[in-house]
């Protein structure tokens, strides 16, 4: 799967900028995290519709805008299963760029990992996913 990652200006609006950008071409989200860091605001998307979002998204100003391949693990939801899966990787020398949760039901969650891109596969294995 893939996630869209949005740098931008830190400031009032952006998040709505962006969102109202995907909504005006019936992209729906289906993930985010957002948050702020050194004067920029950071937005990491997943979307139905990946393509279309880019495209969107680039008409905005003065924003970055990245495509990175993002893996969706499920995971079994009591504590300290990601402890467990975090562990795993680290142990295996794997390094995250970002992790949020995508969805959370009674028995499961699913969480979107973002490995350094070097890491991505290894991840995947260590993970026990094709």
Partial sequence: MK???VVASNDIGSLAAVAEALGSVG?????ISAYG???KAVFRVITNDVTTAVKAL???QNVEIREAETIIYKM????GELGKITRKLANRGISLES???VSRKQDFTEVAL?????DLAKAREVL???
Avoid: Q, W
């Avoid at 992209?27 to 993930?31: P, S």
């Avoid at 079994?76 to 504590?79: D, G, H, K, S």
């Avoid at 973002?114 to 070097?118: F, G, L, Q, T």
């Fill in 76 to 79: 079994i939801n009591r504590p």
């Fill in 27 to 31: 992209v729906n989200i289906e993930a």
């Fill in 58 to 60: 680039s008409k905005l």
């Fill in 3 to 5: 996630e869209v990652m």
């Fill in 37 to 39: 860091i050194d004067g």
């Fill in 99 to 101: 992790l949020y949760i």
């Fill in 128 to 130: 026990g996913m094709k």
């Fill in 114 to 118: 973002r490995p350094a891109e070097k």
